[in-house]
């Protein structure tokens, strides 16, 4: 008995874009061809079709078919690996359902990073735009830290988010004052670039780089008053600033 690439597809309940694709990669070997041309596909073909489908519906990818059956002395063990991966995807998967569970129920973008669902509503663009620089630079821990510090807003911080860029000289001098007391207070955490995956040079040069194009004149002048009031009350430097943006 032989079919043609249709009726082997058919049979294997599989599409002849699939055969043919299965062909260039070598998964399936090319039959012979008849007189006038035509493909024939005998039982091998089909029980090899068949083979394919299975473990593609396992979640196996084409790409890992043949390593995968070159194990066949160990076939416990390609199982094994296969349902750790799948366990994996239905892990990564399932905290992604929850995510988007999270964004649906506070009407935030699908773009908000993840855990900042409940507050990132009330972050002005501005802040918005800080979280996702800081997102880029910052460990776990020291997200799960900023993220704990905004969620607890400030009134002083927000204003100086407010502040305008033409504030006077007096009114950025007592909001640095101000803003000492919190700014010693996020201190009181570990530095937030001490363990950047990125390093911690580079760290502060990104959050510097946003600070500068981000914030109006009178917020920076703010900012380097901050410092020099911080340095004072802690006897050294410090990186100081609100965290929150």
């Not at 799960?144 to 305008?164: G, K, Y």
Request: hydrophobic share 40%; aromatic share 4%; no cysteine.
């Amino acid at each position: 008995m032989a079919w043609s690439t249709r009726q082997v597809a058919e049979l294997a309940g599989t599409t002849l874009k699939a055969v043919r694709h299965y062909h260039e990669i070598g998964l399936l070997d090319v039959p012979e061809r008849t007189a006038n041309g035509y493909k024939q596909y005998g039982v091998a073909h089909l029980v090899r079709l068949v083979q394919i489908r299975r473990l593609s519906e396992l979640g196996v990818p084409l790409s890992e078919i043949a390593a995968m059956e070159r194990e066949d002395g160990e076939p416990d063990e390609a199982i094994r690996v296969l349902d750790a991966e799948l366990e994996a995807k239905i892990d990564r998967l399932t905290r992604v359902r929850e995510e988007l569970a999270d964004l649906l129920r506070h009407r935030v973008p699908a773009h908000t990073p993840p855990g900042f669902a409940s507050v990132y509503g009330d972050l002005s663009e501005r802040q918005r735009s800080l979280l996702a620089v800081y997102s880029t630079v910052f460990s776990e821990r020291s997200i799960e830290e900023f993220r704990e510090l905004i969620s607890e807003p400030d009134a002083t911080e927000q204003e100086f988010e407010a502040l305008p860029a033409d504030a006077d000289g007096a009114t950025i001098a007592d909001l640095a004052e101000r803003l000492v007391p919190v700014a010693l207070r996020s201190a009181g955490t570990t530095d937030p670039v001490s363990d950047s995956p990125q390093g911690p040079r580079r760290a502060a040069q990104t959050m510097g780089e946003a600070a500068a194009e981000l914030y109006n004149p009178a917020q920076l002048r703010v900012l380097k008053r901050l410092i020099e009031l911080m340095a004072e009350a802690t006897g050294g430097g410090g990186s100081g600033g609100p965290r929150r943006g």
